[in-house]
């Protein structure tokens, strides 16, 4: 599968002294796997320098085959998935070889395919291939199940990974032909230091928790994440110490279990709470001595849970998102008017917390009840949102006209004192109205940046409308547009027909569209 050679150095017919090991490190150190750069670039550079030499090799292809994914879906990907794995069923090399590389494995959208129809049969087999050559990957560390019914077939593929540490299932379903002990039996073999379940349809969430949840061993867990709170629930009976370091509860079903809950996770670092059902409007029942959770260092979650759990812990990065939501008879009102009296109270909390937080997020009403510079005065990073179940999501945009726009980031820039601690600025306008004309008109981006924004945060480097757009300010104090790697294919594909009617500043958008463009085969479709 790759042909190599030694790269050797002449002048003439004389060898010199071989390149040094560390020009190649240095060479492989600018292919690294990085956020900014797309899979499939990334899986290009790496097949190109595994050409090279034996030590490029031996360092890229590790890298290279570390996650495969067996989608249902049927494009590129799938004929190079089905050679794959023929080969290592086969036991043929280099794939056999290749295989041993494998950490992660995704299996996605397997669901509501007819066996009987000609594409239906053809997936099926293929899901049959897969599934067989699973348990050669004998180094596997982590599966992630997605819009997959687990059967038989995939619990016959798993039950001998033992290197098994990480299991996702979401928007998963078992199999009416499934022999649910075989199920548990497999189960209980493994010691996973990572669990997801994440179901979302009720009718399908609770008879797949009650299936696995007396199967799965939570005493070796750091990272879980689960939307059913009978896990919790079990979780807080236990009368050990849990290692759990990151901690996402979709739903909180009985606040008053949280103290218990958090007397079992001294070493909890990363909380994340989406919902928290409650008869009141805020959680001052609820008592949380300081002792708890004294290595807490990033809170994602309501406002009225973090004004009880921040004081005395040392969070430096908070992101105000959950939803405080009354139970059935004890409905609670999202609106602002009835959050004011926790708005100052709010940032008072965080102010007291043991380290310098750096890191925002934060609705928009909360912003203008206090200044950020007064309470919080090391922020970095504030990211303002508009789209948040606690506040009244029209605002003052809407219609999707450009001096709403400018009117509702001007109130934002003048409410307080210029603040210099903060180097990004993210605006949360995802789910506003006028997120397509936002995403479409650079020109207008750049206009409030300069007349605006420049003036509020005189020391700010990065600025985002979208996540879809990076301003960067160089040394020069000039801005440049630039979108993501992650970001371009989304983008070309959303206005490729017809790009006219988009408003570019910098050539930032004709460059998306330049098929001269360098990377341009690396997020258009072909």
């Known amino acids: 599968m790759f042909d190599w050679s030694s790269p050797a150095r002449r002048i003439g017919s004389r060898v010199l002294e071989p390149i040094p090991l560390e020009i190649y490190q240095e060479i492989f150190e600018y292919f690294r796997e990085n956020d900014e750069m797309s899979k499939k670039k990334l899986r290009r550079n790496l097949a190109n320098i595994a050409l090279v030499c034996r030590f490029f090799s031996a360092t890229a292809l590790p890298r290279l085959f570390a996650n495969v994914d067996f989608s249902g879906g049927f494009g590129p990907e799938t004929s190079r ?41 053809a997936r099926d087999a293929f899901l049959t291939m897969y599934c067989n050559a ?105 009368d050990i110490i849990l290692p759990l370091q990151t901690l996402t509860i979709h739903t909180v079903e009985n606040p008053t279990l949280l103290p218990t809950l958090f007397s079992k996770t001294p070493q909890l670092l990363n909380l994340h709470v989406y919902i928290i059902n409650s008869r009141v409007d805020n959680l001052d029942f609820i008592q949380l001595p300081g002792s708890l959770l004294p290595n807490l260092s990033f809170f994602d979650g309501p406002p009225s849970l973090a004004a009880i759990l921040i004081p005395s812990r040392p969070v430096h990065k908070v992101w ?118 936002v995403l479409l008109n650079l020109r207008l981006q750049h206009e409030i940046l300069q007349d605006m924004i420049e003036e509020a945060f005189p020391n700010v480097e990065q600025v985002n409308f979208l996540t879809s757009i990076d301003w960067r300010r160089s040394g020069d104090g000039n801005w440049r547009a630039e979108i993501p790697e992650t970001k371009k294919r989304h983008l070309w594909a959303l206005w490729n027909d017809d790009p006219s009617h988009l408003n570019d500043y910098g050539g930032c958008f004709e460059a998306l569209f330049d098929s001269s463009n360098p990377d341009f085969r690396d997020y258009a479709e072909p």
């Open 320 to 437: 105000l998102m959950g939803t405080l939501v009354g139970l059935p008879g004890h409905e609670t009102t999202q609106s602002p008017p009835l959050l004011p009296p926790l708005d100052e109270r709010l940032w008072k909390a965080l102010a007291k917390s043991k380290a310098q937080i750096r890191e925002l997020l934060i609705p928009e009403h909360l912003y203008y009840a206090a200044s950020p510079k007064l309470h919080l005065p090391t922020i970095a990073t504030l990211k303002l949102s508009w789209c948040h179940a606690n506040w009244d999501s029209s605002g003052d945009i809407k219609n999707g006209y450009e001096e709403d726009i400018k009117r509702t980031l001007s109130k934002l820039c003048t409410k307080w004192s210029p603040n210099p601690s903060v180097s990004q600025l993210v605006f949360e306008l995802s789910l506003a109205g006028a997120f397509d004309y």
């Open 81 to 121: 998935a089905n050679r794959f794995c023929r080969a290592i069923i086969n036991n043929e090399d280099p794939a056999k070889t290749l295989a041993q590389y494998v950490k992660t494995c995704t299996f996605r959208s397997w669901s509501n395919h007819n066996p009987n129809d000609p594409l239906g049969r």
């Open 134 to 238: 699973l348990p050669k990957m004998t180094s596997l560390e982590s599966i992630i199940f997605n819009l997959t019914p687990i059967d038989k077939r995939i619990v016959k593929s798993i039950k001998s990974l033992r290197l098994l540490k990480s299991l996702c299932f979401s928007q998963c379903s078992l199999s009416p032909g499934l022999d649910l002990d075989q199920f548990t039996k497999a189960l209980k073999t493994f010691h996973l230091r990572s669990l997801t379940i994440v179901q979302w349809e009720p009718s399908q969430s609770q008879k797949f928790y009650n299936t696995i949840s007396p199967a799965l061993s939570l005493h070796d867990l750091t990272k879980l994440e689960v939307d059913n709170w009978t896990i919790i629930q079990r979780l807080s009976s236990v």
